[in-house]
């Protein structure tokens, strides 16, 4: 299964367009892509997923390129309550899966 | 609905000392799934289940044992913990595997000295 590799940290301000990239260089045709949000003391929560081009919802979008070597979770207008850890998690249909190590976002005044 | 529930929420174990740690879900969701969680590291994956009464290995069971003996509950046993074992838990359920959203609970804090 695919390694998934994240940033560590990032900083933005509220109002502001958060990009948080996945590495998954190895990823397999029949992979998913899954990320999610999550908060101090509590279990992590289902943001996106998907499995090719772009995805989007009411709170996030994800953009995968034609090789899905990699995936951007795009957070629009980030505010203060969106500071949180960021997984992406890469997962096939034998349930075989792989966290990636969580990018810190803080969200400054 | 509460969704996932784990119970205990804190717990320190002495090495060598045993322990169940309680998952129960009440969304009839078939999949249900055990991760450990170290400090700046993602989840790792110890056990999961696709159903009642079967049950498969993850990334990490060294030093675990599980069981599914109804849909709602998916109960984590250590047998003889060890420092190495500290760790948070977290249990998740989804209807289905394959990519489908995972529900977590909140997670057992569990320090072994």
């Known amino acids: 299964l695919a390694k998934t590799t994240q940033p560590i940290s990032m900083d933005s301000y509220e109002g502001q367009e958060v990009n948080i990239t996945c590495s998954h260089n190895?990823?397999?045709?029949?992979?998913?892509i899954t990320w999610y949000q999550q908060f101090p003391s509590q279990g992590p929560r289902f943001i996106i997923q998907?499995?090719?081009t772009k995805v989007k919802n009411e709170v996030a979008s994800l953009f995968i390129p034609a090789d899905r070597k990699s995936s951007t979770l795009s957070l629009p207008r980030v505010s203060l309550s969106d500071t949180a850890v960021y997984y992406c998690?890469?997962?096939?249909?034998?349930?075989?899966?792989?966290f990636g190590a969580g990018t810190r976002l803080t969200v400054k005044p | 609905n509460a969704g996932v529930t784990q119970t205990p929420k804190f717990r320190i174990l002495k090495i060598g000392q045993s322990m169940t740690l309680q998952c129960t879900q009440d969304?009839?969701?078939?999949?249900m799934y055990w991760y450990r969680q170290d400090p700046g590291m993602g989840l790792k994956l110890i056990y999961y289940?696709?159903?009642?009464?079967?049950?498969d290995k993850g990334e990490v069971p060294n030093g675990y044992n599980v069981s599914r003996s109804t849909t709602e509950d998916f109960p984590l046993r250590l047998e003889l913990a060890a420092p190495s074992q500290t760790s948070v838990y977290f249990c998740?359920?989804?209807?289905?595997?394959?990519?489908?959203?995972?529900?977590f609970g909140p997670g057992t804090r569990l320090t072994v000295l």
């Open positions: 998740a359920s989804s209807l289905a595997g394959e990519g489908d959203t995972q529900y």
């Open positions: 190895n990823i397999a045709t029949n992979d998913y």
């Open positions: 998907g499995y090719k």
């Open positions: 998690l890469v997962e096939n249909n034998n349930n075989d899966m792989r």
């Open positions: 969304m009839n969701h078939n999949y």
């Open positions: 289940s696709v159903g009642a009464g079967i049950t």
